[in-house]
């Protein structure tokens, strides 16, 4: 039934409904677990609930008639409260719209966070102030312990000196950091495909074994091993793997977490040790050259192991900077940053396709790096042709057409989720080539900037559906508040009018009996689609609910938004609907328009003033368009 097509109601009804409604809000006043207070214009209280008595120590004959400010406010804060209770009866423009957060005071002076919404409230020809407070310090304190804790196990896990891995009962590598990545020789990715026995040496797999289910028996939470991994590039690395199991509340075993710590040096130089031990005797020279070049190597692997940390620490940082970007342009500029340290002496830049992603634009440069061409169509480079990195030593072999022949370069397409969105292009001074770490360590930059920008364009597009109807593909009615508060701000500032039409179906619950939910989806995306097309790009249409629509004109007056209105009837009018190509009974709606200011100063007054008009379009036979002034077309 379309209650909107009864006639009015009889006097008892509306009283008792009122009366209701009285009741209503008394429980809502005594039961609820916020605090609820109720100030007259002078700041006095006049409602003081339970949870109030609760939370601030005040029974409600203590505070009904005293000044609210010296109750619960903290003296830093009074003379704000009041000057915006001062603005508000004069201006009649609320401060508070939503929940903020503020700080209170209990009775035995002891301050507080809390949250609070403050609405003014006219009754009787005065104006009151109603506040919802609710009292959060706990919240607060349980997140930052909660965000801290998170915090300081993710910098441990990824920043770690150490290979770190949770590894399934059932041996699957769940998660691993890049350490052990680099020990082991695979992708992020790679890894993540295979089990702890695949990359197991053969002749170690039973004493793992055994040393899996040594864990998983009661009683023991931690156990080391040492033994052989497999390479990817099948060389032999020998690590020290200290295990422990993570339990479920039930005391099942979940998963193992793994420390794992690269000895193959360590192994090694036992080794030359032992065996320079057992020809001390015979070859003083040759152990005097072996402990000579073993030094050597240790102070080789020193640097290479401080370059490698140093890496890690920019690459952490980096992470931690591109979570915090907005936008694609700061995730460039902090790729760019960090890259002028990670490859000193190198020059480099990212490339970005536009829009037709058929030609590749120069978004930054860092070290002077720009190559010889900032505009260049993806066939012209041969990493992204493969979409894996391409190296070139400069005038030997091929290179890419975009860069330099002279110089060694290295183009890295940007994947993040099965998806290329750019290039990192680096390009050295001269024609040596780039290490292989190097390469790596592009690669990796590549990944997690291409991640980076993936996760802003989904955050992008679910703030889209958040905002949008999914059927009808219009604004949705929370769009429709936040971009109306724009849209009065700047009327008001510019004397300029606004105007609001309401739409609703004629008998729309009659075409879904004749026809089917699914016609009646069908009807409503067709009209989403129609009223797409007829508005303008300032315009915002959106499906207020169900069958009826509110679309918002700046800058049009009442007499031009009737007028665009009655050509829009007309056109639904005329319009041939269909539903699984057979075509539907002819639709009609009807339309009520208001404008600012002359209906009202906020958007509620105006949706009500337009509504109202819908209304009267109803009852006055449908298929029309009248103002909320009472004119017809």
Known sequence: ????????????????????????????????????????????????????????????????????????????????????????????????????????????????????????????????????????????????????????????????????????????????????????????????????????????????????????????????????????????????????????????????????????????????????????????????????????????????????????????????????CLTISEVEQVVAQHASELFPGVGGALYAFESSRTVLQETISWNGGSSSSSVFVPVECWGLRRGRPFSALGEEGLHCRHSSASHSTLCVPMLAQGETVGLLHLEAGSAAPLTRRQERLAQTVAETAALAIVNLRLRESLRQQSIRDPLTGLYNRRYLEESFERELHRAQRSDDPIAVIMLDIDHFKHFNDSHGHEAGDELLRALGQLLSGCIRAEDVACRYGGEEFAMVFPGMTLDQATRWADQLRHTVESTQFASRGEALEQVSVSLGVAAFPQHGRHLADLIRAADAALYRAKREGRNRVITADGASR
């Open 1 to 324: 039934m379309d209650f909107r097509d009864d006639p009015p109601q009889p006097a008892s009804l509306i009283q008792a409904g009122a009366g209701l409604t009285g009741a209503i809000a008394t429980a809502l006043l005594q039961t609820s677990l916020d605090c609820m207070i109720v100030i007259d214009q002078n700041n006095l209280v006049v409602e003081w609930n339970p949870a109030a008595e609760q939370v601030f120590s005040y029974s409600r004959q203590d505070t009904l008639g005293r000044n609210l400010s010296t109750l619960i406010i903290p003296p830093a804060f009074r003379e704000g409260h009041e000057r915006g209770m001062r603005r508000y009866l004069t201006t009649r423009i609320p401060r508070i719209a939503n929940r903020v957060k503020v700080f209170a005071q209990r009775r035995n002076g002891d301050t507080f966070p809390c949250e609070i919404a403050f609405h003014p409230l006219e009754f009787s020809g005065s104006t009151f102030f109603a506040a919802v407070l609710r009292d959060i310090s706990e919240q607060i304190r349980t997140e930052e312990v909660l965000r801290e804790s998170e915090e300081r196990y993710r910098t441990i896990f990824d920043q770690a000196a150490l290979g770190i891995a949770h590894v399934s009962v059932k041996g699957h590598w769940e998660r691993v950091n890049q350490t052990l990545c680099h020990i082991l020789g695979y992708t992020h990715e790679d890894l993540l495909a295979l089990t702890y026995p695949d990359v197991t040496h053969q002749d170690d797999l039973e004493q793992v074994k055994e040393h899996a289910e040594l864990l998983l028996s009661d009683g023991v939470h931690t156990s080391c091993i040492q033994h052989r991994f497999v390479r990817r590039d099948q060389s032999v690395v020998w690590v020290k793997v200290t295990s422990s199991v993570m339990r479920k509340a039930s005391g099942e075993a979940q998963s193992f977490i793994a420390m794992v710590e690269d000895i193959t040096e360590i192994q090694r130089a036992e080794e030359e040790l032992r065996l320079a031990a057992e020809d001390l005797e015979r070859r003083v020279e040759a152990r005097t050259a072996d402990l000579t070049n073993l030094s050597a190597q240790l102070q080789t692997q020193v640097l290479e192991l401080e370059q490698r940390n140093r890496e890690t620490r920019l690459l952490g940082e980096m992470s931690d900077m591109l979570q915090a």
